[in-house]
């Protein structure tokens, strides 16, 4: 028989859903908020990626307040199982849940990381807490507010904090030692608690037959600690919110190492793009075919050009040879990153500035930061003074890969953008690529192979994803984003060239359609998010349903009683039902509804 993938439990007070062939236990919940994130046991490889196990479950008993179940999860190689994880998650009725595993090694396991992690929702962020140290040391604390470069956090035992007034959540943490990071760094709307320590560094080696031993305690107390929260209805409502918002600049990635078709050209035209994005290594044997692709491209399509340039400071009679006049190119913005770091250093930006001025670049066209992600840019500050912009990229899947964790880094979008003009000195931010897998390892300790892109990317997720993001990233005031590729695999046109569904909805957004722009405001801000326009003759309305189930939406806009309404997965035209001033939309789940008036 088919093994649920999740199922909802109680104890006590507290409300999780335990997903087993994830091995997590999410959305803890207890006086009608969320306590923890989540909990996960998890095996790292050498390159942090995260095998998937065979896991089998068995509930030993499930009643109103309380339950228990155990699980077995076994990881595979070459046939043969090489590592076991062997546990019990069990909650108790006077609010206490206790999440209990034994690994064994199977034979000598190089990993990275082994064990439970406890991530803690971005909302604590600036709440106090009272820390437990492993030698019983106790200490008054706070989440940090600003992202932390670094772990806020060492040597854990317990952390209590309390989520709202009367209500006091204990979680303990043994066999091994426990420290944090602020996942923020990488999009994740969490902070993580982990073991073991990195200064013990990575990889390690469990030896064959030798055993892991750790749990994880859940502890509820206060007055508010078995209130449980009256369900929402499934009729939401939105409505625009008062202040106006710019959309960034909005462009693709492009490969360059082969013309743009003519139908790319026709079909990409139609999104009204404000640049492309190439990367050149002047080293390159082909970087100049690459810089006269790109600028035929974005000649033939009427907008811009990105150059991430990659040097070394030996570099600069090769960048010297590579450069074309600027008489000679599209606008262009140049992005210089120093090859074998991860900012830009100061010596490669002030050789490379030099050649691009002589070459009749201007200062404004110019600028830095990492190719990699915002973490990397707030642990080691590249210097600001002579950048006149600032990039990093984004991915979803650094840390987890499922639908809903995707779906929760998007307010991380807009924060990641306002820490950096924080750092930055309000300097204009440039945020790209954004991928939805990450293009490359940064962190890999062993040869690793380059991940495809994620199916999803063109799928109805993707869509609301990308919607998401620009919706997070105009609310943080970002100047420019780059999206994906212009074609092929992670295209927003495919292999064959034929539009997908991001490319209707880049369509949706073309700039030249609209002239005034606010953001839509839900009380469920995290599953419903969208955009209305005002053009001229109306308005324009982009609205995603983040979430997996149908719900009905009730949007309160000026002149109803004209809308038409379509999903960009189908294009089909849908009625909508009008009352008052306003309409209901019956949403599917993850889809995106684009109306006009």
Known sequence: MKQASSIDLCAGGIEL????????????????????QGISLTLRDCNW??????????MIYQRKDSFALNFTARYFRG????FLWQGELAGSSDGEVTFFTRGTAMEDVETNRAGFCVLYPAEVAGCSCKIRHVNGRKVNS??????SPHQPFFDLRAITHRPIAGLETEVEMTGETFEMEDQRNWTDSSFKVYCRPLTKGWPFVIKRNETVEQSIRVKLSGSKARHRPVKRGKELVAQPAPNRVRLPNL?????????????????????????????????????????????????????????????????????QRALPDSADAPFTRWFVFSRGTKTTNETVFK????????????????????DVYFVDLNRKRPFFSDLSFIGYSINPQVHAFDNLSLIETLPMHK????????LAMDRPVHVGPITFRPRFNPVATAKSAVPKPDPRQISRFGAVWTLGSIVALAQGKAAAATFYNTHGDGGVLDRELRPTILHRLFQALHPSTFDQTRVLESPESGMIFGLIFNQASGWRILVANASE???????CVPDASRATCRFLHSGKRVSLQFRKGTFALEMPGYSVAHLES
């Open 79 to 82: 046939g043969k199982v090489y």
């Open 251 to 319: 462009g693709l990635g492009y490969s360059a190492q082969k013309q743009l078709p003519p139908k790319a050209i026709k079909s990409l035209k139609t999104l009204g793009l404000d640049h492309l994005r190439i990367n050149l290594d002047v080293k390159e044997k082909d970087a100049l075919v690459k810089w006269k692709n790109a600028a035929k491209a974005a000649r033939e399509l009427g907008c811009g050009l990105d150059v991430a340039l990659f040097l070394e400071k030996e570099d600069a009679r090769q960048l």
């Open 142 to 147: 706070r989440f940090p507010k600003m992202i």
């Open 415 to 422: 924060l990641t953008v306002t820490e950096t003009r924080r």
């Open 351 to 370: 050789m490379a500035r030099a050649t691009l001025l002589e070459h009749g670049w201007k200062p404004a066209q110019i600028g830095g930061g990492t």
């Open 549 to 555: 189930a149908t719900r009905t939406l009730r949007l």
């Open 49 to 58: 990626g995260t095998p998937s196990p065979d896991v089998k479950w068995e």
């Open 17 to 36: 859903r335990f997903e087993p062939h994830h091995l997590l236990a999410r959305g803890w919940k207890a006086g009608g908020v969320e306590i923890l």
